[in-house]
């Protein structure tokens, strides 16, 4: 596998070996597909995301400790 990558300052050449020569590129019907970082280090560890499926992660928020009834010597 082989990609381009250009950032505005220089092209980057990056080049990968696949160990079963597969890779399980994703579809779409506009022929482009936008990958988020997460998505992109699966496709070229070798998941196939067609199998794979998304959940929707949060994080709860931590109360903050009220620091006022704190005595300051």
């Avoid at 009220?66 to 300051?72: G, R």
Wanted: glycine fraction near 6%; hydrophobic fraction near 40%.
């Amino acid at each position: 596998m082989k990609i381009l990558f250009f950032d505005n300052f220089s092209l980057w050449v990056c080049a990968r070996r696949m160990e079963k020569g597969q890779l399980h590129w994703p579809s779409s019907e506009q022929g482009r597909v936008q990958l988020t970082r997460e998505e992109f280090a699966l496709l070229i560890g070798g998941i196939d995301l067609d199998a794979t499926t998304k959940r929707k992660w949060y994080r709860r928020t931590v109360a903050k400790k009220d620091n006022s009834s704190q005595k300051v010597a």
